[in-house]
């Protein structure tokens, strides 16, 4: 069977390193995998294979993620047009699309018949922190086309029933398949600290809390450094390592700087391999206000590293509290099973330095107990390498391959 994986960009982020993780398990399985792309570098090839990818390569474009919704649009049919002739060209199979633009993408080609779109979260939360125009492109687009796909792909129980309320797909049509890590490569990335030893062992020496990804609005960083201020000010050798870059970064040095903790929070910068900064840290936290399934949750927890994470939809209570009901939200500090669940963040970024919402809070007082009690977080360190050993790539990758041999 010809497989092609489809994802819009090669920015770095969990859904991209997703879709290279199914390519390689297809790939594995004696498919012929094509990694197709709609815009993408030079150098972002070259991160990505240095990532591990190895399947044949097509880019349509080279436009950039970060280009407008309009040289987007602009740029769409030149685009589908190379994609159709190299899916036509290559004799694929299937189509297995990632994300909201590679999946509308999917959903016109006219060849395969089958199309497999992933997605990757929440679509009708995510929607609000989008531009009208996208967000209007968005709803037409599946309103009228979703029926077309041969199956969607969600990645937490929540994102799928979500969607099916919204656009009304059948059920049949519909399956959660959770995002998978690679447990043998985490730990050899982890130990692999060249060049990183002064820095890091400096870092023992105090109480550190990292939180890692991209620097925009979505991931809740300005929440995180604002909680973190009042940790800061009851535990002075405590320090905030955030790992990462993006559009959001010099007004989030802007705000650790208002509130006086230009030592106490480190920026990283991006780091192409940031696993050893997640293991020498006491705490992880995700601040997120919308996840899909985070795989940089599951990351931290593979390397032991107690985990702190807001109960945002969707993915983090299927990950800390499988056990509950996915649509419950934690409306205080929530011990669970796993790790530590904290309110949903407002979002709102423009607010006083003080008070905090109660929601920061709450995700300060997690902090600070975790950082306080040496026991506790060996506790949640043995159960988040437990809990991330359930979501092995080898576990994983049999549902993968049902799914195309169901409909392709």
Same mark, same amino acid.
């Given at each position: 069977?010809?497989?092609? /994986?489809?994802?819009?960009?090669?920015?770095?982020?969990?859904?991209?390193?997703?879709? +290279? @993780?199914?390519?390689?398990?297809?790939?594995?399985?004696?498919?012929?995998?094509?990694?197709?792309?709609?815009?993408?570098?030079?150098?972002?090839?070259?991160?990505?294979?240095?990532?591990?990818?190895?399947?044949?390569?097509?880019?349509?474009?080279?436009?950039?993620?970060?280009?407008?919704?309009?040289?987007?649009?602009?740029? =769409?049919?030149?685009?589908?047009?190379?994609? @159709?002739?190299?899916?036509?060209?290559?004799?694929?199979?299937?189509?297995?699309?990632?994300?909201?633009?590679?999946?509308?993408?999917?959903?016109?080609?006219?060849?395969?018949?089958?199309?497999?779109?992933?997605?990757?979260?929440?679509?009708?939360?995510?929607?609000?922190?989008?531009?009208?125009?996208?967000?209007?492109?968005?709803?037409?687009?599946?309103?009228?086309?979703?029926?077309?796909?041969?199956?969607? /792909?969600?990645?937490?129980?929540?994102?799928?029933?979500?969607?099916?309320?919204?656009?009304?797909?059948?059920?049949?049509?519909?399956?959660?398949?959770?995002?998978?890590?690679?447990?043998?490569?985490?730990?050899?990335?982890?130990?692999?600290?060249?060049?990183?030893?002064?820095?890091?062992?400096?870092?023992? @020496?105090?109480?550190? /809390?990292?939180?890692?990804?991209?620097?925009?609005?979505?991931?809740?960083?300005?929440?995180? +450094?604002?909680?973190?201020?009042?940790?800061?000010?009851?535990?002075?050798?405590?320090?905030?390592?955030?790992?990462?870059?993006?559009?959001?970064?010099?007004?989030?040095? *802007?705000?650790?700087?208002?509130?006086?903790?230009?030592?106490?929070?480190?920026?990283?910068?991006?780091?192409?391999?940031?696993?050893?900064?997640?293991?020498?840290?006491?705490?992880?936290?995700?601040?997120?206000?919308?996840?899909?399934?985070?795989?940089?949750?599951?990351?931290?927890?593979?390397?032991?590293?107690?985990?702190?994470?807001?109960?945002?939809?969707?993915?983090?209570?299927?990950?800390? =509290?499988?056990?509950?009901?996915?649509?419950?939200?934690?409306? *205080?500090?929530?011990?669970?099973?796993?790790?530590?669940?904290?309110?949903?963040?407002?979002?709102?970024?423009?607010?006083?330095?003080?008070?905090?919402?109660?929601?920061?809070?709450?995700?300060?007082? *997690?902090?600070?107990?975790?950082?306080?009690?040496?026991?506790?977080?060996?506790?949640?360190?043995?159960?988040?390498?437990?809990? *991330?050993?359930?979501?092995?790539?080898?576990?994983?990758?049999?549902?993968?391959?049902?799914?195309?041999?169901?409909?392709?």
């Amino acid at each position: 069977m010809r497989v092609g /994986v489809l994802i819009h960009c090669l920015e770095p982020g969990g859904a991209q390193k997703m879709a +290279i @993780q199914i390519c390689n398990i297809l790939q594995r399985a004696g498919m012929s995998t094509h990694f197709l792309v709609l815009g993408g570098s030079r150098e972002d090839w070259k991160y990505w294979q240095a990532h591990g990818l190895k399947a044949q390569r097509f880019a349509a474009s080279r436009l950039s993620s970060h280009a407008s919704t309009t040289a987007k649009i602009a740029w =769409a049919p030149w685009q589908y047009g190379r994609l @159709q002739r190299y899916v036509i060209t290559h004799k694929i199979d299937a189509v297995l699309s990632f994300e909201d633009r590679a999946n509308i993408f999917n959903l016109m080609l006219l060849r395969p018949s089958c199309r497999i779109l992933s997605v990757r979260h929440p679509m009708v939360s995510v929607e609000s922190l989008k531009t009208p125009v996208k967000r209007l492109l968005i709803r037409l687009a599946f309103r009228l086309l979703a029926q077309r796909a041969s199956c969607l /792909v969600f990645n937490a129980r929540e994102s799928l029933m979500e969607f099916h309320s919204y656009y009304k797909v059948p059920m049949t049509k519909l399956r959660v398949v959770p995002n998978c890590i690679d447990l043998d490569w985490i730990a050899k990335k982890a130990a692999d600290c060249q060049g990183l030893q002064p820095l890091l062992q400096s870092l023992d @020496q105090f109480k550190t /809390v990292a939180a890692c990804g991209r620097f925009k609005p979505v991931k809740g960083f300005h929440h995180l +450094i604002r909680a973190f201020g009042r940790v800061a000010r009851e535990i002075p050798d405590a320090r905030l390592v955030l790992i990462g870059d993006g559009p959001e970064r010099h007004e989030l040095e *802007a705000l650790a700087k208002r509130l006086d903790l230009e030592d106490q929070v480190l920026f990283s910068g991006l780091q192409q391999n940031p696993l050893p900064w997640l293991a020498h840290c006491d705490v992880f936290v995700l601040s997120s206000l919308s996840e899909g399934f985070p795989n940089v949750l599951l990351e931290a927890m593979a390397v032991g590293t107690p985990a702190i994470s807001t109960d945002c939809t969707s993915g983090p209570r299927e990950i800390l =509290a499988p056990e509950t009901d996915p649509a419950r939200k934690a409306e *205080a500090v929530d011990f669970a099973s796993y790790g530590v669940l904290t309110p949903p963040l407002s979002g709102e970024r423009h607010k006083p330095l003080d008070p905090l919402e109660e929601a920061e809070k709450a995700l300060a007082e *997690a902090m600070k107990t975790l950082l306080l009690n040496p026991e506790l977080r060996a506790h949640y360190s043995a159960k988040a390498t437990e809990r *991330a050993g359930e979501f092995a790539c080898e576990r994983h990758a049999h549902a993968w391959l049902t799914l195309l041999r169901e409909w392709a």
